[in-house]
């Protein structure tokens, strides 16, 4: 049997790109995204996508209609499907045993009981989202209590690595395809069967086959291992700021060793996303359940430092600005976690935003992707104010208008766009003393400090025109 019907359970910021490409590449193969959110799936069938991904749209308006389509019709995508991608949301739980670390798989569970209902032929069930070690145990549980007579199923592991704002790029050129499957005659046909799906565009040598388990830990290993870097030079970056020692130049220094490697090297105000946080959240319960207390504790301090550095960089806002931002105009440019994306979960944006209007300040939001009424719920939801944020946030349409008259501006994304704005003009607009608070690393500090601007960089001690000494804090400027 060839796969001729996929379907992909979830039309996210995963299921969507993952199976554009897919019909793409698989032009023989009919692909049905699924969703119960029928405004996504409107969305998906619209001009305007329900997300922005650079190079999705192009892929999308060359498939739609063709061998991909966006529906509501969940039970009949199964029905007709040889292979289902689960690709629904694995979010950490908000309640119960495992509160605030374990991930919540009611999703994934709803998903393997409405397939076991509806199921009338053999299924390649395989997850896509990202769920714990021996998740698949507990799908092949509930597929396999509720199979009806002719019915198999075969589940496969094979965890998605795009990275938001490359995510077409880092399919149609993956570093590589993962799947995981049993060990067993049929366990090996089904990964064969994947496998065909992926080698219509990515050679063989770089699918990589493993057993279920192997396949399930290694997402939230490379997960874990991808935020631990950014977690390391972060905590770097707090004592290049205290010594003298310029964070970019100890990245450069260290990421040309070819062992250490370049890449995810650039200090921030810190890691968001929807998966970073989670996945080592998942990664820490999963260790503390299996009694590994100092493999948790060690995975931990990554989020730890995460939050640190967050707070570290707020604090140095305040603090610069006479430890007092009440009443005070403060713009944020960027509320998405990273550029390149209008996904805004878990993006240090929020909890800047949130903390300096817990100190009273008001604030001027611009971002080029982000949806306004997006920003609105994200700080409602953080402050539990929605009157609140009406009355102190201001959203704007460029960044110009958005630092004009206000004392300082704080870059919370490393929009391209941000790198090459006239800060001479925006200095002439702004109250003075004018400060800038480079959360990314992406502005010539030098440059701005001879405008006139007081600036701050991440692991970067201050400019001369920087930080002095503030109220009650010694700052090394
Ligand atoms: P998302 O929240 O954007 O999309 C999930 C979709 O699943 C939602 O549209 C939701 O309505 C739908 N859904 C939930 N339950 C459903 C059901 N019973 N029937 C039909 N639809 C249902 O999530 P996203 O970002 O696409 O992530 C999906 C999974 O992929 C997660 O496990 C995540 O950890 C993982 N992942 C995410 C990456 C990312 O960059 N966003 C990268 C790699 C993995």
Redesign the pocket.
């Given at each position: 049997m060839v796969i001729e019907k996929i379907c992909c359970?979830?039309?996210?910021?995963?299921?969507g790109p993952t199976c554009s490409v897919i019909a793409l590449k698989c032009p023989e193969v009919k692909v049905t995204v699924?969703?119960?959110?029928k405004e996504?799936i409107k969305q998906w069938n619209a001009d305007k996508l329900p997300i922005y991904e650079p190079g999705l749209d192009k892929v999308v308006k060359e498939c739609r209609g063709k061998n991909l389509f966006f529906s509501v019709d969940?039970e009949s995508a199964i029905e007709e499907a040889d292979l289902i991608f689960i690709?629904?949301?694995?979010p950490t739980k908000t309640c119960g045993n495992g509160k605030g670390r374990a991930a919540d798989l009611k999703?994934v569970e709803?998903?393997a009981r409405?397939i076991a209902d509806v199921a009338a032929g053999d299924k390649i069930v395989v997850e896509?989202?990202?769920?714990p070690v021996k998740a698949a145990e507990s799908i092949m549980n509930i597929l396999r209590a509720n199979q009806k007579p002719g019915v198999s199923y075969q589940i496969l592991s094979n965890?998605?690595?795009?990275?938001?704002g490359t995510?077409i790029d880092n399919l149609l050129n993956a570093d590589r395809v993962l799947i995981g499957g049993e060990e067993t005659k049929e366990g090996q046909l089904a990964i064969e069967k994947l496998c065909w799906i992926y080698e219509h565009w990515i050679p063989r040598s770089k699918i990589l086959t493993t057993n279920t388990w192997s396949s399930e830990l290694s997402k939230l290993a490379a997960n874990a291992f991808l935020a631990q870097r950014i977690s390391s030079i972060n905590s770097l970056s707090a004592v290049c700021e205290f010594t003298g020692a310029n964070v970019s130049e100890v990245a450069k220094a260290i990421g040309t060793d070819t062992r250490i490697g370049n890449k995810f090297l650039n200090a921030s105000v810190g890691f968001g996303?929807?998966?970073f946080q989670?996945?080592i959240l998942n990664l820490v319960y999963i260790c503390e359940c299996l009694n590994l207390p100092e493999v948790a504790a060690y995975w931990q301090q990554v989020i730890d430092i995460n939050e640190y550095q967050k707070s570290r960089f707020t604090s140095k806002v305040i603090e610069s600005l006479f430890n007092t931002v009440t009443d005070k105009r403060i713009s944020i440019l960027g509320f998405a976690f990273k550029k390149d994306t209008g996904?805004t979960r878990e993006s240090p944006a929020i909890y800047v935003a949130k903390t300096l209007l817990d100190e009273g300040a008001k604030l001027n939001i611009y971002d080029p992707k982000v949806e306004h009424a997006q920003i609105f719920e994200d700080l409602t939801y953080a402050t539990g104010s929605k009157e609140y944020v009406k009355e102190r946030v201001s959203l704007f349409p460029n960044a110009y208008s958005a630092t004009e008259k206000t004392h300082a501006i704080v870059v919370c994304t490393e929009w391209d766009e941000f790198i090459t704005l006239d800060f001479r003009k925006i200095y002439d607009g702004m109250m003075k003393p004018a400060y800038i608070f480079d959360g990314r690393m992406i502005l010539d500090d030098e440059k701005l400090s001879k405008i006139g601007f007081h600036v701050h960089t991440i692991g970067k001690r201050n400019m001369r025109r920087g930080l002095k000494r503030t109220w009650g804090t010694l700052d090394c400027a």
């Open positions: 359970i979830g039309a996210g910021y995963v299921g699924v969703d119960k959110n996504r969940v690709s629904v949301n694995t999703y709803s998903v409405l896509k989202s990202t769920v965890p998605e690595f795009l990275s938001e995510a996303g929807s998966c989670k996945d996904d």
